[in-house]
């Protein structure tokens, strides 16, 4: 069915769903998506409401006081979370070895990834902190399901690199994800951003506007993510229908945690990076997502093992069901 379906998938997420609109497209990826793993979903909803305190000790306890995504976001600036501090250093060493070379454009010559699938066993800490405890409760209370880590776009693991340096034509207007945008992978989705180095504004960080916020955007706009309003909205537009007051600036110390809900808050960065940005990010989706990334796109793996917990294996695996 995938392969049938394969070629209208990748015309219809082409250009941020622009051929039927990005609302119309998900509603289609939904539905498609639930044929294929709908019994996938249903067990992770119930995993949770029946058994996620089981799932946790049976992971580990957390080890901190967890995080609770309010208005569709969460800081941490304890540096307590589990691997956070070995996350960092094994990060610091693929910088070294991959960063401050342009590898790749995609459209977004400002922007490219440097983590390959080589890593996630060379470096454990990765997938250690992405599947800790503490990270989990933060995510799962918020989306109320036992979400994957996404397998195509976005990658769920991304160690990203943002800079001027490589972008042939800096001066140019705002382009692609340097706009504000709210993601159409999934809905609701989470993101979990680490700060790898000191954030300022020179460094382009990432920038949002709390869930509250976008949704008054979202009536103040009318027709966004439809056929005409499309997906990315310029700064003019939007501070016409919101106060650029609430914009909130991830600029942050080393170590510092974001927890989004990216399909609730309207987004942008990697603005006028004149020194590098360096971030970890990862992405939960459910096995439900609004996009058809995973029938055309090349999946991301993420290696399992036997001895590893349910709970783990769920966020690493979409076709598992304990």
């Not at 569709?72 to 991959?98: C, F, H, N």
């Amino acid at each position: 069915m995938d392969r049938v379906v394969k070629p209208a998938g990748r015309l219809l997420d082409r250009d941020s769903m622009q051929l039927l609109g990005v609302d119309n497209t998900m509603k289609l990826a939904r539905a498609y998506n639930k044929l294929r793993y709908g019994r996938h979903h249903e067990c992770r909803r119930m995993a949770y409401w029946n058994k996620f305190e089981e799932l946790i000790a049976e992971n580990g306890p957390a080890a901190a006081q967890v995080n609770e995504i309010k208005d569709g976001w969460v800081i941490d600036t304890s540096g307590k979370i589990p691997y956070l501090g070995q996350l960092m250093e094994d990060a610091g060493e693929i910088i070294k070895e991959r960063g401050g070379v342009k590898r790749q454009d995609y459209g977004r010559p400002f922007f490219q990834e440097l983590i390959t699938e080589e890593h996630f066993e060379k470096y454990p800490s990765i997938l250690n902190f992405a599947t800790s405890s503490d990270v989990l409760s933060t995510v799962c209370k918020y989306l109320e399901f036992i979400p994957t880590l996404s397998c195509s776009m976005p990658f769920g693991v991304r160690l990203v690199e943002s800079w001027n340096k490589f972008d042939d034509s800096p001066d140019r207007p705002l382009r692609a994800s340097q706009l504000f945008h709210l993601d159409y992978h999934d809905k609701p989705m989470a993101y979990v951003i680490v700060l790898l180095r000191d954030v300022a504004m020179e460094n382009g960080p990432f920038c949002f506007l709390p869930k509250s916020v976008s949704e008054e955007a979202c009536r103040g706009l009318g027709n966004y993510h439809s056929k005409k309003g499309g997906h990315r909205v310029p700064d003019e537009r939007m501070y016409e229908v919101v106060s650029e007051s609430d914009l909130i600036r991830v600029c942050y110390p080393a170590g510092t945690v974001l927890f989004l809900d990216n399909s609730a808050c309207f987004h942008y960065g990697s603005r006028n990076a004149v020194k590098p940005r360096y971030l970890m990010m990862f992405a939960y989706l459910s096995t439900l997502r609004t996009d058809f990334g995973d029938i055309w796109l090349e999946n991301l793996s993420y290696p399992v093992n036997a001895s590893d917990s349910r709970l783990r294996k769920m966020i690493l695996d979409k076709e598992y069901i304990d």
